[in-house]
């Protein structure tokens, strides 16, 4: 069985300031990660995703996460927040690219 | 090229009353999914199709739902006698093969009154 925990409902960061989104996840089997973004009004789009190769995983728009199997941890990460990175994003795990399991999202607030 | 579409946007209904809900996934999609999205959480995984089959059906919450893929394309989400609860967004996604990208669609917010 898998599943996804996000700490922190809401995260706000300032325009320019490091963005770090945290999640951790539990699964029986070597798992497949994803990060999906979900702007307002509009449907999941995905960021980035892991399965199983270069641990270091670069995404659109400049975020990347890194897969730390030690920690359960896939955090996403952005050097420099954008006003339009504000929206709400889901960290998700796999078994076999399957069962997805979403966590209960994160919503990135920019400050101005 | 055109993306996932849902029918309906928005579907009203009476508590006990039977709904379907459709998807048409990206051409050549092989894989399918149902999700259903409650306000302020990430979605639920309800269903997978690999093809014409259900590979994973473990998220379905009773017998009251069921989706069918007859010829591995559209698919349609049944809910019968629907009570209050199931208000949500349903969402479906296809992607190429198990594990690619998912490609989400708008979903459908159904609301039972």
């Known amino acids: 069985a898998q599943s996804v925990t996000q700490l922190g409902s809401h995260v706000s960061v300032s325009e320019g300031a490091l963005v770090l989104l945290r999640c951790n996840y539990s699964?029986?089997?070597?798992?497949?990660l994803f990060w999906y973004v979900q702007y307002p009004n509009q449907g999941l789009q995905l960021l980035l995703k892991?399965?199983?190769?270069?641990?270091l995983v670069k995404g659109i728009n400049g975020f990347e996460a890194e897969f730390k199997k030690s920690e359960t941890s896939f955090h996403l990460t952005k050097p420099s927040a954008h006003m339009s990175d504000a929206a709400e994003y889901f960290c998700?795990?796999?078994?076999?690219?399957?069962?997805?399991?979403f966590g209960p999202g994160t919503r990135l607030s920019v400050l101005p | 090229g055109a993306g996932v579409s849902q029918t309906p946007s928005n579907k009203v209904t009476e508590k006990g009353k039977y709904v379907e809900l459709r998807c048409d996934p990206i051409?050549?999609?092989?894989?399918l999914y149902w999700y259903r999205q409650s306000l302020g959480q990430g979605p639920e995984f309800l269903i997978y199709?690999?093809?014409?089959?259900?590979?994973?059906d473990s998220g379905l919450p009773n017998d009251r739902f069921f989706a069918v893929r007859p010829e591995g394309s559209v698919s349609t989400l049944k809910i019968q006698r629907t009570e209050r609860g199931d208000s949500a967004v349903y969402l479906c996604?296809?992607?190429?093969?198990?594990?690619?990208?998912?490609?989400f669609g708008p979903g459908t917010r159904l609301t039972v009154l």
């Open positions: 996604a296809s992607s190429p093969g198990p594990g690619d990208e998912q490609f």
């Open positions: 699964s029986s089997v070597p798992p497949y």
């Open positions: 892991y399965t199983s190769a270069a641990t």
């Open positions: 998700a795990v796999s078994a076999y690219g399957q069962n997805f399991v």
């Open positions: 051409s050549g999609h092989t894989a």
């Open positions: 199709f690999q093809g014409t089959g259900a590979a994973d």
